[in-house]
């Protein structure tokens, strides 16, 4: 069977009618880029998934009773992972595409458009942005929920993630301006209890910070209470507007009072010292870069850290960040990182006898995947197609007309392909995608809801620069 005819429909059907623990799918006929560093990529591989879980990868597995997909024509990588996106701004997606700074995107969204949420625009923006992280091939997404003005505000985030049935990390912060109930971090507890009490489930938690009070003050700058508050529940740490000489001296501090390490991830990293960057590497803290919102925006340098990041030993994760600004798809960062670094490379060399260090497209792909998972505290969960990980993976057609022929696999996703090219998304073994279209959403209705939200908002009397 195909994805691409009656027979790909049929699939679906057989596949959807048997219980989740009683599914054995069997992919045939497809390159495999596992990102594995002991599988490398597969030629006419067959990769098979029993229940949620990846349990073989090779040839002529000789697998009976399983439901068979065609893939000849088709790579199968791990799906992306995004380590950083506020996703209830997505109802305001693009509406400043010409963003000249911080300031400017902070006055407009966090002091202004954030105040009038409801809970219920929480959960809009939230499956809006879950839904085409899916499209796009994201499997994993941390949301950095940053307006959780009320419990609600919280738990409509959260729903939407389980209702997208995406790979969803919630990092719950308190909001920048406005008025709030002050319950965070308080009420990390309650969720906890009440979303995250598994072990082996969809969604996780993480507690969420600013780096420094320059912006929003003391109450949601990371330091020793946060870091307690974090231990004390089990869950990791994501720092954001990790950046500039304030945000050096707050990371030196971290690290003398020992809250750095590998749950905790600072994303940007844009602008610090040689020495924050040292103990950044020493302690296995994690980092997210943003490609595209440290070099549209312009945040600090404006050079996203992927030198620095791997001069400290630090592999990173790659993240979305805005949709007010930025586009919402790990392509675009993937090949934003790779023209920055090479072209930076080869400045760097030019006029001298110096060899350029640059990246290239494995690595690349190795960020958007292996490594965001690590930095999402899910490195044995997803990120590869490894067996006995999470069957979170990506059907991608290497014959249509902007791929063929293919010759180089893993240039042809970083390279080639965009979200047209994903015929099947599968997360923990359900399908997502199938047959170039995401499933389970009624898009007239989708539409409406978001327009409905997106009017309240820019509608609403709310502090702050309004646009």
Known sequence: MTLHDSTGQAALARIRRLPADRRRILFTGA????????????????????????????????????????????????????????????????????????????????????????????????????LSAIDSGITTMLDFSHNSRTREHSDAAVQALLDTAIRGVHASMGPHFGTWDRQWPGDLTRLKEAYFAGDDQLLTLRLAALATDEIAGPALAYGPELARVARDLGIGVSVDAVFGTASSEAVLHWAEEGILGPDVTL?????????????????????????????????????????????????????????????????????????????????????TDRQPSRITTHDVLDFATLQGARTNGLAGVTGSLTPGKKADLLVVQAEDLNNMPLNDPIGTVVLGCDARNISAVLINGEPRKWNGRVLDVDLPALRREVRASRDHVLNSPAPGHRL
Not at 272 to 290: D, F, I, N, R
Not at 306 to 321: H, K, Q, T
Not at 322 to 338: C, K, S, Y
């Open 267 to 351: 994303i940007h990293a844009t602008g610090l010292t040689s020495e924050a960057w040292k103990v950044m590497g020493e302690s296995g803290t994690t980092v997210a870069l943003a490609p595209t919102s440290d070099a549209q925006i312009g945040l600090e340098t404006a050079i996203p850290a992927v030198d620095e990041a791997l001069s400290a030993g630090i592999r990173p994760g790659l993240s979305i960040d805005v949709e007010v600004a930025l586009a919402g798809d790990m392509f675009t960062q993937m090949r934003t990182l790779h023209a920055i670094q090479r072209m930076r490379a080869v400045n760097a060399a030019y006029g």
């Open 31 to 130: 390159t495999l880029v596992t990102m594995d560093p002991g599988l490398g990529v597969v030629d006419r591989g067959e990769l098979l998934v029993e229940g949620d879980t990846i349990t073989a990868v090779g040839h002529d597995l000789g697998v009976d009773d399983a439901v068979v997909i065609d893939c000849a024509g088709a790579l199968l990588t791990p799906g992306f992972v995004d380590t950083h996106r506020h996703a209830w701004q997505a109802p305001l997606r693009r509406i400043m595409p010409d963003v000249d700074d911080l300031g400017g995107y902070v006055m407009a969204t966090l002091a202004g458009h954030a105040t009038a949420y409801r809970p219920q625009d929480m959960y809009v923006g939230t499956r809006l942005a879950a």
